[in-house]
């Protein structure tokens, strides 16, 4: 009998997850979530992929990813909101699967994605310090001009090649298309960046926030951010921010009818995992 | 030389604390705010009041207190942002103090009030369940019908005797004025009371959100909550709700000139502590 794909909706806290993905001896989101299927679905083994594979620390409101299951196994779920269920009792509590369902067809959670959203947090204000949100707001202790980080911002829109803003890795392609980046000061006070690409490298959000940061503090001319991309090599001054402010919030796919032309396009420009 | 009071906006994440009341061997709100207040101070002794004294477990965005220093300790601070500052690096990350300045004449944070607002939180959807959450929001299995909640509320309202709803202390009374009571589901599936009184007695929000959530999920018909407070004695259907769902969000007080005659005429009708 053939494999089916289930495509799960997972949030989690990332605070005490060594990541997204397996590693020996460390706790990491795909290891437990892959533990509770087992379990769940009484498989000796299962392989999820996700749409982003975060970094330890990074959290995730709406994480896709897909997992292969035999046929007979989807068969047998008597509905998937109980399947839910099961699941949200074999995980740990900072870990939910949100949603469980058959994939459509030619759906690839990471391959088949047309653009990520990410948050990165900041609270800069003693007033507005809030201690129920410390695990995913990071305390700023200088005084952030939000306006001018969304000057900033727009130089970096477009495709480029963002190496300058990433950790190189051995043969994968450091060109991104940035399709939104902007800030705003929530009303409780809260300094918010909203990140949109169609896919990051290795520490590309936290190093972008790092220099728009910069700009907000006076730090970095408005300039400046542009002219470190176009330099395409590292830059010390750039911080790379820590990882608790930031959460993949969204992944967006196209219409089903178009996920398998999706996944193929994908594979092409950015190459074998 | 005489003291000078000061007014404290308090902000915490209840989760690690036994509550605010100090107690021995304990770590408490009040424990870990009067110790770094003696260290920025550098007093040998302080002691703070609050409007709320919350349960363990329980979280506050607007927690107020006062605490009276010495005039000379008072004149030495060079900025309340600065001491913001240095209060929060003396306190523990679950700990805020957001705002910290001279008190208006006659204030009493506890006997000034003039109303407390609570904040219940529940999620009844795996699909809207957000790790982050976990430690303010409590995850609850049965579907909860808002709207039946919310016709079942307005019988509370008023002044009452609500000896039905708390654990009663010795020589106090059980008489309080529930000004609001209103649940919503908000735009992330989040299912929220909203509770404003002059005041609280021990277990009174926890056992009301209890009684209404037996409501919500049709083991009570929308009358039972009215019926319970009627008849003035605990019942046991009545689960008290836990405590990390609760938020304490902010304490009114009267303009600046009518602070002392509110807090002599809290003192008159309550007792004295």
Same mark, same amino acid.
């Given at each position: 009998m053939s494999d089916v794909r289930l495509?799960l909706?997972v949030?989690?806290?990332?605070?005490?997850?060594?990541?997204w993905a397996v590693q020996p001896e460390r706790r990491t989101v795909q290891g437990e979530l892959e533990t509770a299927l087992r379990r769940v679905f009484r498989l000796p083994a299962v392989s999820t992929t996700c749409?982003?594979?975060?970094?330890?620390?990074?959290?995730?409101?709406?994480?896709?990813c897909h997992v292969d299951v035999p046929a007979e196994t989807a068969?047998a779920v008597?509905?998937?909101?109980?399947l839910?269920?099961r699941l949200?009792?074999a995980l740990?509590?900072?870990l939910?699967v949100?949603?469980v369902?058959?994939a459509?067809?030619?759906?690839?959670a990471r391959?088949?994605?047309?653009?990520?959203?990410? *948050?990165?947090? +900041?609270?800069? /204000?003693?007033?507005? &310090?809030?201690?129920? =949100?410390?695990? #995913?707001?990071?305390?700023?202790? @200088?005084?952030?001009?939000?306006?001018?980080?969304?000057?900033? *911002?727009?130089? +970096?829109?477009? /495709?480029?090649?963002? &190496?300058?803003?990433? =950790?190189?890795? #051995?043969?994968?392609?450091?060109? @991104?298309?940035?399709?939104?980046?902007?800030?705003?000061?929530?009303?409780?006070?809260?300094?918010?960046?909203?990140?949109? &690409?169609?896919?990051?490298?290795?520490?590309?959000?936290?190093?972008?926030?790092?220099?728009?940061?910069?700009?907000?503090?006076?730090?970095?001319?408005?300039?400046?951010?542009?002219?470190?991309?176009? &330099?395409?090599?590292?830059?010390?001054?750039?911080?790379?921010?820590?990882?608790?402010?930031?959460?993949?919030?969204?992944?967006?796919?196209?219409?089903?009818?178009?996920?398998?032309?999706?996944?193929?396009?994908?594979?092409?420009?950015?190459?074998?995992l």
């Open positions: 495509r909706d949030a989690y806290d990332g605070s005490d997850f060594s990541g749409a982003g594979r975060t970094d330890a620390g990074v959290h995730a409101r709406g994480q896709v068969e008597r509905s998937w909101e109980e839910t269920g949200a009792r740990p509590t900072d939910r949100r949603r369902a058959l459509p067809p030619g759906f690839d391959f088949g994605a047309l653009w990520r959203r990410y *948050a990165y947090r +900041l609270c800069d /204000e003693p007033a507005a &310090a809030d201690p129920l =949100r410390r695990h #995913e707001v990071v305390a700023w202790r @200088r005084p952030l001009d939000v306006s001018r980080m969304n000057d900033a *911002a727009p130089g +970096l829109l477009g /495709e480029h090649d963002f &190496a300058a803003y990433c =950790r190189p890795r #051995e043969g994968a392609t450091t060109v @991104r298309t940035l399709q939104e980046l902007s800030w705003q000061r929530r009303p409780d006070r809260i300094v918010e960046a909203r990140i949109v &690409a169609d896919a990051f490298c290795h520490n590309l959000v936290r190093a972008l926030v790092g220099a728009l940061i910069a700009v907000g503090e006076g730090r970095f001319d408005v300039g400046e951010p542009r002219r470190i991309l176009d &330099a395409r090599t590292r830059d010390s001054r750039v911080l790379v921010v820590a990882p608790h402010g930031l959460t993949l919030e969204e992944v967006g796919y196209p219409a089903d009818a178009e996920l398998a032309d999706q996944s193929r396009r994908t594979r092409t420009v950015r190459g074998p």
